[in-house]
């Protein structure tokens, strides 16, 4: 009975001196359960960001081209109606060599006839030509005019997308929810700008 008492409280001692098992640590919360949500606003954005990026520069080089286009249309319908007036200073030259008052012979008229008629015959279609040149660079240019104002727009819309990006990281730092939610807002106008542009441009074709 002594060694059995013995024992227990050799047991009883060794329990006391054992250290003791630490409960688990509770896992620190990462925040409020809106804050997942910024992570997917940002990676959206970032990836509207990087369209409105390529579309803006191919709307830049696309607005070179029709610019270039109406510079090279206008060169175009100058010298053809430049060819227009030079035709008609010809046969104005020729008609006044046909005056009655000249002394030719009959072989002369007959060839300046035929070369006054060849001048004339000219200009109507150097006039057409000046015409269709000088509407095409109207076109080019108007062309380019609509592409430069979908340019702006998207230009917009990336500034609204890199302060809903910048909303969204400030509200993520500090843990302000109306943060969060004026980024939202902003990233919303983004899109909508964007689908806007995205459909006149469409519509207009």
């Known amino acids: 009975m002594k060694e059995e008492g013995v024992l227990s409280k050799v047991k009883a001692l060794s329990g006391a001196m054992a250290p003791?098992?630490?409960e688990p640590a509770a896992v620190?919360?990462?925040?409020?359960p809106w804050l997942a949500?910024?992570?997917v606003l940002t990676g959206v954005l970032a990836a509207l960001t990087g369209f409105l990026t390529v579309r803006s520069t191919s709307l830049t080089n696309e607005a070179i081209y029709e610019s270039n286009q109406a510079i090279l249309s206008q060169t175009q319908a100058s010298d053809a109606w430049a060819e227009y007036q030079a035709n008609s200073i010809k046969a104005h030259v020729v008609e006044m060599q046909l005056l009655p008052s000249n002394p030719l012979s009959a072989q002369d008229k007959a060839t300046l006839a035929a070369m006054d008629k060849d001048f004339r015959d000219r200009q109507p279609q150097d006039k057409q030509s000046a015409l269709?040149?000088?509407k095409e660079r109207q076109a080019h240019l108007a062309e380019g005019f609509k592409k430069l104002q979908q340019k702006d727009l998207l230009g917009y819309a990336g500034m609204a997308a890199q302060i809903a990006i910048a909303?969204?990281?400030v509200a993520s730092l500090t843990r302000k929810r109306l943060m969060f939610?004026?980024?939202v807002m902003a990233g919303v106008a983004s899109v909508i700008v964007t689908a806007y542009a995205l459909a006149a441009a469409y519509l207009s074709t």
């Open 37 to 39: 949500q910024v992570a």
């Open 132 to 134: 269709d040149k000088s």
């Open 20 to 22: 003791h098992k630490k």
């Open 181 to 183: 939610h004026v980024g």
């Open 167 to 169: 909303l969204a990281s």
């Open 28 to 32: 620190p919360q990462d925040g409020p």
